[in-house]
């Protein structure tokens, strides 16, 4: 039998920290933002999950549902802006509103830039930054409309400080960052409720590690790549000596999406095992 609370006690209703929120996460079908829909669903939250990769996304919607949530999986190329807009508008018809918004969708394609070419420089910049511009476009009237909510863009240590070898990603992460600023800024100035933050993962234990190389290699983390072994990297650079799971990443997220970081907009939280504490 549960004791009645002591006299002066506040009794806790124990409350998912999104229920009643529609979510909205780009690249789901993997890594952190599959990790992300899952702890949000466990949370409460109708999560809406995107992805060019229909059959990893589909397999995120599953574990939403195995988690106690709702939700769907739409497919999504996140630098396209008609994509976008059929999106926010599927999102609104499903759900009636949106209340936070992942752009977590990314890819790191790694070599000397002296040997990029143009074409895979745009690939990146346009999946990495115009994907957050557009995202970021196209939902922040709904996300008001809906009584206000959170943009969690998804940038990197690599927005932070330079790596050999990352020129490319480093300067879509760099931006990412800025934007994301500015962006808290024009959503303060409107009093529209709107709250917008960044995220800046470490060396991160995700399939992203195996993917995207061009080039010679350069800084540790391009070596990362060549030897696909991300923990070796991380016993080397890391402080903390390993590398950090997709759920750390998740649980920063949950923070700066729910109402506990109500009064937190235009701020960076680094997730990185000290790395760049260094
Ligand atoms: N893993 C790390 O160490 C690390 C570190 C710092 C930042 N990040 C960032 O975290 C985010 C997630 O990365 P991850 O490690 O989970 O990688 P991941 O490769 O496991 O997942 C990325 C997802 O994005 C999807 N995607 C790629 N191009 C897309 C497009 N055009 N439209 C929609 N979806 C697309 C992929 O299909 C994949 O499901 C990325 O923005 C990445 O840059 C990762």
Redesign the pocket.
């Given at each position: 039998m549960r004791r009645p609370p002591a006299a002066g006690v506040e009794t806790v209703n124990v409350m998912g920290r999104m229920d009643g929120k529609v979510a909205l996460v780009?690249?789901a079908?993997?890594?952190?933002?599959r990790a992300t829909a899952v702890r949000f669903a466990r949370e409460g939250a109708a999560v809406v999950s995107?992805?060019?990769?229909h059959e990893?996304g589909n397999e995120t919607l599953s574990l939403v549902k195995q988690n106690g949530g709702r939700g769907i999986f739409l497919h999504?190329?996140?630098?396209s802006e008609a994509c976008w807009i059929d999106v926010i508008a599927t999102t609104h018809a499903e759900f009636g509103g949106l209340h936070a918004l992942i752009n977590?969708?990314?890819?790191?394609i790694s070599g000397d830039i002296v040997e990029r070419s143009y074409e895979s420089w745009r690939r990146e910049q346009s999946?990495?930054l115009d994907?957050v511009f557009f995202g970021v476009k196209h939902s922040i009237p709904l996300l008001a409309r809906s009584g206000g909510g959170a943009v969690v863009n998804?940038s990197?240590?690599?927005g932070l400080v330079g790596n050999a070898g990352l020129a490319g990603y480093g300067a879509s992460k760099g931006a990412v960052r800025l934007f994301t600023k500015a962006v808290a800024l024009e959503c303060a100035k409107a009093r529209n409720h709107v709250r917008v933050n960044s995220v800046h993962?470490?060396?991160?234990d995700?399939?992203?590690?195996e993917?995207g190389s061009s080039g010679r290699a350069g800084g540790w983390a391009v070596q990362a790549v060549r030897k696909a072994h991300v923990a070796v990297v991380a016993q080397l650079g890391v402080p903390v000596g390993r590398a950090g799971q997709?759920e750390d990443v998740a649980n920063g997220i949950l923070f700066l999406a729910s109402d506990e970081a109500r009064y937190i907009t235009g701020t960076e939280l680094v997730i990185d095992g000290g790395l760049t504490a260094q």
């Amino acid at each position: 039998m549960r004791r009645p609370p002591a006299a002066g006690v506040e009794t806790v209703n124990v409350m998912g920290r999104m229920d009643g929120k529609v979510a909205l996460v780009t690249g789901a079908a993997s890594g952190i933002g599959r990790a992300t829909a899952v702890r949000f669903a466990r949370e409460g939250a109708a999560v809406v999950s995107t992805d060019i990769d229909h059959e990893g996304g589909n397999e995120t919607l599953s574990l939403v549902k195995q988690n106690g949530g709702r939700g769907i999986f739409l497919h999504h190329d996140v630098a396209s802006e008609a994509c976008w807009i059929d999106v926010i508008a599927t999102t609104h018809a499903e759900f009636g509103g949106l209340h936070a918004l992942i752009n977590n969708a990314g890819i790191a394609i790694s070599g000397d830039i002296v040997e990029r070419s143009y074409e895979s420089w745009r690939r990146e910049q346009s999946i990495n930054l115009d994907g957050v511009f557009f995202g970021v476009k196209h939902s922040i009237p709904l996300l008001a409309r809906s009584g206000g909510g959170a943009v969690v863009n998804v940038s990197s240590v690599a927005g932070l400080v330079g790596n050999a070898g990352l020129a490319g990603y480093g300067a879509s992460k760099g931006a990412v960052r800025l934007f994301t600023k500015a962006v808290a800024l024009e959503c303060a100035k409107a009093r529209n409720h709107v709250r917008v933050n960044s995220v800046h993962p470490g060396v991160i234990d995700t399939p992203i590690w195996e993917k995207g190389s061009s080039g010679r290699a350069g800084g540790w983390a391009v070596q990362a790549v060549r030897k696909a072994h991300v923990a070796v990297v991380a016993q080397l650079g890391v402080p903390v000596g390993r590398a950090g799971q997709a759920e750390d990443v998740a649980n920063g997220i949950l923070f700066l999406a729910s109402d506990e970081a109500r009064y937190i907009t235009g701020t960076e939280l680094v997730i990185d095992g000290g790395l760049t504490a260094q």
